[in-house]
């Protein structure tokens, strides 16, 4: 196990369509291997989600792990650590709202974007068995973020305004309450 090299935007794994894995590969002992590394950098960049990509591997694989209990995400749920493999996404309901985005590929910046807040997401665990699952607001926010990683896609690229984005510290410094509420969103 290791922590890994989180790639900066700019690094064009980053801008690939990830492919898909085989049945074959999802039991085998590389992506054990590559699952446990993508954990421990997980638990080591203090965000909440993690793309293959993101540690240079073109791969559609993500795990996220928002944890439980009193936070800043105040009362957004929490979803246990959770390993998506060949996901797809389907909006069950089109009305979006916005966050301040984070992600550890593009460190120091947020930016607020607008997403729809219920989805359906379609995935297989490593042994290869469909699992499905449907998220809403903050959580259908992260996983939509994620899962564009295996798309080539940044967050950067979805926002409607440029003039939201900014420094994290200068964020820190001026969120509004309402905002601090939805604050940690890394991934
Ligand atoms: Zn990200």
Redesign the pocket.
Known sequence: MAVRKILRMGHPTLRQKARALTRQELASPDIKRLLLDMIDTLKDSG?I???AP?VDESIRLAIIDVPAGPSRYGDIPSLPLTIFANPTIEVVDATTAGYW??????PGLRGFVERPQHVRVTYQDLKGKTHTLELKGFLATVIQ??F??LDGV??VDRMSDIRKLVFEDEYLKHLTTQEAARDDM??
């Open positions: 965000g989600g993690l793309a993101q985005e984070g992600c550890l590929s593009v973020h994620e564009d990683h940044l967050y890394l991934v």
